[in-house]
């Protein structure tokens, strides 16, 4: 069984996890959001994928929530000490992964190549690819201005409330090498429990990949990252309040028209009427046999 899913950074990591945990070896593909990546002190550095890739590999902190296990902070400190930019979080663990990248993206290699080389590298029979080998950049309107995505989330905290979101780029943008194909061959699409405005939407916003979702001939299931209309972190309940007038489930799938068949809820936001077949269970994801259970629900509901 070849399944596809859709995901963001954290929440989408979490549920790479479980999905991975439910198939075999090799049958998963994850397209991940390029709209985070940012270049800090030089170095390309793509947040979500890197979520994906040390989740899927375990070298992720779980109480941290992003990041490597064990990371430490030498490199980023004395970097602020000599003058340079400290504002974006970088361990030195992670600080190795952005320097491999960045030289391979240097040397005219793609970030569809080099994020299979890190997979492959880590262990992994997942397969990692991002949704676009071009320059994708989610951008944030706010009403104190229009800021650049980690700008807005890093920067400022993400305090400014959302009034769009725009996807620099994504009207030019080509799936990267391997979306279209896994697409084609997938028997089922997940979309994970995502932020949908700022990790899914950019993925969406590549038009042929949007394509290929909206002309598929096999089940799309998303999970709602809302647990009884709140968000297990960050600012997906407050973005879809003010951008979509609240935070129920059939504000959660009018983020997806056209693109799934069902929504899987958490029993708190139940009984709900999405305007999509639903499915209650419990989608909070406390450790990997509580993902791998929800993984197995949405796969359920995509058969
Ligand atoms: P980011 O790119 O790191 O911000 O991560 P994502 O966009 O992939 O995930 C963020 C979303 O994950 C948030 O909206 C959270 O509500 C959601 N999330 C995190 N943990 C859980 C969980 O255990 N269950 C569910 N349903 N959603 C979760
Ligand atoms: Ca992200």
């Not at 390029?34 to 779980?62: K, R, T, W």
Request: with cysteine; aromatic share 4%.
């Amino acid at each position: 069984m070849n399944v596809v899913l859709l995901s963001g950074g954290v929440g989408g990591a979490r549920f790479a996890r479980g999905v991975q945990a439910a198939l075999a070896p090799g049958e998963l593909t994850v397209i991940g959001n390029v709209g985070d990546d940012v270049e800090v002190l030089g170095l390309h550095v793509s947040p979500d994928l890197d979520s994906v890739l040390y989740a899927l590999a375990d070298l992720n902190d779980e109480e941290r929530g992003w990041g490597r296990a064990g990371e430490t902070w030498n490199a980023l400190a004395a970097a602020s000490g000599w003058g340079g930019e400290d504002w974006f979080r970088l361990g030195d663990l992670d600080l190795g992964l952005h320097l491999v990248r960045t030289q391979a993206l240097r040397a005219g290699r793609s970030l569809s190549d080099v994020t299979a080389q890190l997979a492959t590298v880590a262990g992994l029979a997942t397969r990692i690819v991002p949704a676009t080998d071009d320059r994708l950049r989610t951008q944030i309107v706010t009403p104190s201005g229009t800021f650049g995505f980690q700008e807005w989330f890093v920067g400022r905290g993400h305090r400014d409330p959302v009034d769009a979101v725009r996807f620099d780029g994504a009207s030019e943008a080509a799936p990267a090498s391997g979306v279209l194909e896994a697409l084609a061959a997938a028997d089922a699409i997940l979309i994970a429990p995502s932020n949908p405005y700022v990790s899914i939407q950019p993925i969406a916003a590549v038009p042929a990949l949007r394509a290929a979702l909206e002309q598929r001939r096999v089940r799309c299931v998303a999970v709602s990252p809302l647990i009884g209309g709140r968000a297990v972190k960050g600012p997906a309940d407050r973005m879809l309040s003010r951008m979509a007038g609240g935070t129920e489930p059939r504000h959660v799938a009018g983020c997806y028209e056209e693109l799934i068949d069902a929504l899987v809820i958490d029993g708190s936001d139940a009984p709900a009427d999405a305007g999509v077949p639903t499915t209650v269970t419990a989608t909070l994801m406390s450790d990997l046999a509580a993902a791998r259970r929800l993984a197995e629900k949405a796969l359920e509901a995509a058969a």
